[in-house]
């Protein structure tokens, strides 16, 4: 049985002093729950403060991106080590806002979940397609080149020790959710296609859904068989919609 994860990306939000109020709500809301792994993933700059705040807490923490490179002259990068220096477990690769935004490659995306693994964090590896390419039918294809170009650069045992966000680019932001059976449907496909390779694998890998997940939609999408929790963006700014998405997916386990 695949113990759910549910994992707040706060992008570039927040401030000093909110962060250190939304981090008492989760410190204290996360008392009460069992059976689900919990993790945030703020902004470089306030990693101290949450790994000051969340230390021998159950919350994990980890960064948004990190740099292709270990460290020297490359300005304005972080490196996975540096992340690993101020105690984060986990981070994101690949997001579609560093795909369109930073026009990072799947080849890119690839190097970086290898060079997270090569440091020991666990990368959350985001895949996904955008509106125009689910309306040309094409999301099997989109989510199995984004997902084949990392098996074919790091080898298919190294999905073992990553997690993988389905995030279909349409629904993040928007307040529109992929429905549990548009979600399901592309899970099992993605589960099924490492099973291809190797069905262990397949078998532990926890993949998240990502894309507008909210406490009202969340309990239905993780009952569904290959939905292992979520990758949370606006709802994880507030601590009690935070908490509500973690309780939805300890129900599950
Ligand atoms: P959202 O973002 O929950 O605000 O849609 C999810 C994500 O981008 O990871």
Redesign the pocket.
Known sequence: MRQPLVAG?W?MNGSREGIFELLKGIREGVKDLAGVDIAVCPPYIYIPEVQGQLHGSPVSWGGQDLSLQQQGAYTGEVSGSMLLDFGCKYVIVG???RRSYHAESDQQVAEKYQSALDVGLVPIL?IGETLEQREQNATEDVVARQLDTVIARCGIAALKNGVI?Y?PVW????GKTATPEQAQQVHGFIRGMIAQHDSAVAEKIQILY????KPSNAAELISKPDIDGG??????LKAADFLDICKAASFQA
């Open positions: 990306n992008k997001h579609s806002e985001c966000a995030e629904a993040i932001g928007t990502g894309g507008s997940m990758l949370i963006g606006g709802a994880a």
